[in-house]
């Protein structure tokens, strides 16, 4: 039985369990966020969430809910520490540094889910959903589509509409059919929950020279800031993943089926012991030659390599 993890779902106020992210997985999510197409790399993240996570397939995950997963395995099966490097005008750079779980915890706290009463109609809503993400990659603010996404069900009288189990497309015509003045109220209170969240600091970097902010990103999960936390969470010099899942079949002797089967951290854990056991090795036979990798072969601060 593989081992699990618990992660929290902001949106249902739950926690679901979740599997390691495998090293295979994680060089696919790197190699995605390469992809020109957003879209690809949507559905690249969103597939392997669900082969990691059964419990969701049955659920409409949102924006929140999808950094919460991502963020449980990065902090867990990755690294805890989050190293961005920043560069200010004049090519000036400077590296900031927070901790996956300070993001995580503000994230958990993210709660926007609400219901609104309306002669007789009630409106459940909870915020974007993650199979909705590639419709608003092109800043879509539409408030029917706002509305088709953020809606998790509507009762009137005794029979209950749930929004999971449409498409888009037929979520928007529900939501078309709905009288104007409530579909104004919904959108309304959805704008109020937004603009309390846009208030509230999610991730802000400031200038150590003159303590300036050059960027700031609100607790209002939006799908642009979604994509950005992404990258800061999971981009990764490509040559540096090859190059460590090289080193450990090349030097420490692993097969590439098994290094495939373990977390990051497993193998900078297994790289860490085999430089301990070279570096006595050296020691006792004199030679000064270390770990004797090839050129290119120096660590890497995400791996250990």
């Not at 949106?11 to 197409?37: C, G, P, W």
């Not at 690249?44 to 049955?58: E, K, M, P, T, V």
């Not at 937004?194 to 509230?200: A, I, M, N, T």
């Amino acid at each position: 039985m593989p081992f699990k993890l618990n992660a929290y779902l902001p949106s249902l106020q739950a926690e679901v369990q979740i599997k390691e992210l495998y090293y295979k997985q994680y060089r696919e999510l790197v190699k995605s966020l390469y992809n020109t197409d957003k879209k690809e790399t949507i559905q690249q993240y969103n597939s392997i969430l669900q082969d990691l996570c059964s419990d969701i397939l049955d659920k409409d995950i949102t924006f929140e809910d999808k950094l919460s997963l991502l963020l449980t395995v990065r902090n867990y099966c990755v690294s805890p520490d989050l190293n961005l490097k920043c560069t200010l005008p004049g090519n000036n750079t400077f590296t900031y540094t927070t901790t996956v779980e300070t993001l995580l915890q503000l994230i958990k706290a993210i709660n926007k889910s609400s219901t609104l009463e309306w002669n007789g109609i009630s409106v459940s809503f909870s915020s974007y959903k993650a199979r909705d993400e590639h419709v608003f990659l092109s800043n879509n603010n539409d408030i029917f589509v706002v509305l088709a996404s953020y809606i998790d069900s509507i009762k009137i009288n005794n029979e209950t509409v749930i929004f999971k189990d449409f498409t888009l497309e037929n979520r928007l015509q529900i939501v078309y059919s709905l009288p104007h003045a409530l579909c104004n109220q919904v959108y309304q209170n959805i704008l109020t929950i937004e603009e309390k969240y846009e208030e509230e600091d999610l991730l802000v970097i400031v200038n150590p020279a003159n303590k300036e902010p050059v960027l700031r990103m609100s607790k209002n999960i939006t799908c642009q800031s979604m994509q950005k936390l992404i990258e800061y969470n999971f981009t990764e010099n490509l040559n540096n993943i090859y190059r460590a899942f090289y080193n450990m079949v090349r030097y420490a002797g692993f097969s590439p089926e098994y290094i495939d089967t373990i977390t990051p951290v497993e193998m900078q854990v297994y790289w860490m012991y085999y430089a301990q056991d070279n570096e006595k090795t050296s020691e006792n036979k004199n030679d000064t030659g270390g770990l004797n990798l090839p050129a290119g072969g120096s660590l890497n601060s995400e791996l250990g390599f």
